[in-house]
């Protein structure tokens, strides 16, 4: 399926249509490719095509906002990045994971929480049965702040209109698990006390449907290891939410 696309698009470069042939081009190394997380079509189902498939056509969208947007200088953050780092994993989830922004791991291989701390939240999500690859993971911020320093309000609200938003329109998820403070405030809107609200939901002012979820994030963890306990039970709590969704 995707090699007659691609056919189909040389064909239509060749014709000229240069513009039609850049918005549907070949995903660039930080962008989720169907080869490697994104889940695969079984053998049993008929193929479908992209704008039919609910799950590719989300993909689709996220594309071209990617596209649109792959070298926004919209603030600061782009003057310490080497490139824009989305998302990852499954724009089908019912929940969206945030973090703060992009460390110097994630900088490098253009993929949202790949680092130490990426990696021990995977080991959490396992533990309790979650994929990875069954979740949409991003961060409020798409470019390294320099020295890993807070994004400043400003920047997270020029962000949040540049991409995030969009981002939650387009993968409209049940839930959004904000992952420490700094994500938290970005969606409340006000100063947050993680040790105060972690573990409970919240609504959420900017998109009624779609409920907040506090926790730590997973590098305050590292930091912390006596909260590792807490952290599990946060995530468990959301994972058994998460399944009463597919009950009804
Ligand atoms: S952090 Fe967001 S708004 Fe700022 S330059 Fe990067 S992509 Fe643009």
């Not at 470069?13 to 490697?36: A, I, K, M, Q, W």
């Not at 809107?189 to 959420?204: E, L, S």
């Not at 009624?208 to 952290?231: D, G, Q, S, V, W």
Request: proline content about 7%; aromatic content about 10%.
């Amino acid at each position: 399926m995707e090699k007659r696309l691609k056919a189909t698009l040389e064909l239509l470069r060749e014709l000229g249509f240069e513009e039609f042939y850049s918005s549907l081009d070949v995903p660039s190394s930080n962008f989720p490719t169907e080869g490697n997380n994104y889940p695969k079509q079984s053998s049993k189902e008929q193929p479908t095509s992209p704008l039919e498939d609910k799950s590719k056509n989300k993909l689709f969208l996220l594309k071209e906002l990617y596209e649109k947007n792959k070298n926004c200088c919209k603030c600061e953050l782009c003057k310490s990045r080497s490139q824009i780092v989305f998302f990852d994993g499954n724009p089908n989830s019912k929940v969206m994971f945030v973090g703060e922004a992009p460390g110097e791991e994630e900088d490098k291989q253009g993929k949202p929480f790949v680092g130490r701390a990426g990696q021990y939240l995977n080991k959490v999500l396992e533990k309790i049965g979650l994929n990875r690859n069954s979740i949409y993971i991003t961060n409020v911020c798409k470019c390294r702040p320099p020295g890993n320093r807070k994004p400043t309000p400003k920047e997270m609200q020029t962000c949040l209109n540049v991409f995030l938003k969009k981002e939650v329109e387009i993968v409209q998820p049940k839930v959004i698990c904000c992952l420490g403070a700094t994500a938290a405030e970005a969606f409340l809107g006000k100063n947050v006390k993680i040790t105060r609200m972690r573990g409970q939901f919240y609504p959420n002012p900017l998109f009624p449907k779609t409920k907040l979820f506090l926790t730590y994030h997973p590098a305050y963890i590292l930091r912390n290891m006596r909260e590792a306990k807490t952290f599990e039970a946060d995530l468990k709590k959301l994972k058994e939410y998460l399944n009463t969704l597919e009950i009804n």
